[in-house]
Structures are given as C-alpha cells and as structure tokens.
C-alpha cells in the first residue's frame, strides 16, 4: 500500500514588481527539514485516518508553517500528484496551490523544520533539488502565468 501524503504549494505576489512583470512578483515557500538530508519541500505531511486530502493539505499547513487556511486562498483548478519511492516503498504526494492574502504574515516553523525562504522560481527549482518537485513547481508558475 502507498503512503499518502498531501501539502500546498504556497506562493506570494510582492507588490513591487512593474505590472508588465508580473511574474517577477512571485516567491515561493519552501521549508527545510530538520531530520535527513536537510531537503527542502512545501509543507506537506501524511494522511490521518478520516481526514480528506485537502483537510491534511491545510492542517499539515497549519502546523508546519503556521498558517492558518483563513489566511490563505485555494488557487482553483490547480492539483498535482507526485509519485516516488520512499525507502524502497511507493509514496503519493498530491498538491494543492495557495496564494498567501498578506505577504508579511509570519511564518511559524515546527520542530520537523529549521529554516523557511521564501524563493523566485529558479532559486525555489534550485532548492527542491528533485526533479519531479523542480518540475512541479515549474508547472504551477505556468498555471499562475496563464491566469493573468
């Protein structure tokens, strides 16, 4: 059996980017690991029993970045799945894409984290390192774009 885990790719819009540049504007959350390799990822976490996806998404949100999902806006139309393998056994990661209403709140790490950066999509693809997350956030930059 797969392990599934869910999470959001939360972005933020400054506002000092020129309208003809609107895609300069976004920064991407990543949090670092305090456990393994130090890897950076979006906040995601595994599935409790009788929660949806989308209820783990925002709790696992909540209680690794401290956002609650009253501060946050569901981006619709947008959902991914990444499919890997974890120590030799299979993992499904779906993702939602969540725009921040206020880019100055604070973010809150839990212990399983040790740092935060909010990033540009190059820095953020040079972070994720994995290929499957460089892709991901990539295709959500996309999605964003197209939505002018």
């Given at each position: 059996?797969a392990?599934?885990?869910?999470?959001l790719?939360?972005?933020?819009?400054?506002?000092?980017a020129?309208?003809?540049k609107?895609?300069d504007?976004?920064?991407y959350?990543?949090?670092q690991t305090?456990?393994g390799?130090?890897?950076?990822?979006?906040?995601?976490g595994h599935v409790?029993?009788?929660?949806?996806?989308?209820?783990t998404?925002?709790r696992?949100?909540?209680?690794?970045a401290?956002?609650?999902?009253?501060?946050?806006?569901?981006?619709e139309g947008?959902?991914?799945?990444?499919?890997?393998?974890?120590?030799?056994?299979p993992k499904t990661?779906?993702y939602?894409?969540?725009?921040?209403?206020?880019?100055?709140?604070?973010?809150?790490?839990?212990e399983?984290?040790q740092?935060?950066q909010w990033?540009?999509?190059e820095?953020a693809c040079?972070?994720?390192?994995?290929e499957?997350?460089?892709?991901?956030l990539k295709?959500?930059?996309?999605?964003?774009c197209?939505?002018k």
């Open positions: 059996m392990v599934r885990a869910c999470g790719i939360i972005y933020r819009r400054l506002q000092s020129p309208p003809s609107v895609t504007n976004i920064e959350l990543l949090l305090s456990y390799t130090h890897h950076w990822t979006p906040p995601k409790d029993p009788g929660e949806d996806d989308l209820q998404a925002l696992e949100t909540q209680e690794e401290g956002l609650q999902a009253s501060q946050l806006t569901l981006i947008y959902k991914k799945e990444l499919h890997y393998l974890v120590n030799g056994k990661v779906v939602w894409l969540a725009e921040m209403k206020d880019c100055n709140t604070e973010i809150k790490l839990s399983e984290h740092a935060f990033l540009k999509l820095d040079r972070f994720a390192e994995y499957d997350m460089q892709a991901m295709g959500a930059h996309q999605f964003l197209s939505r």
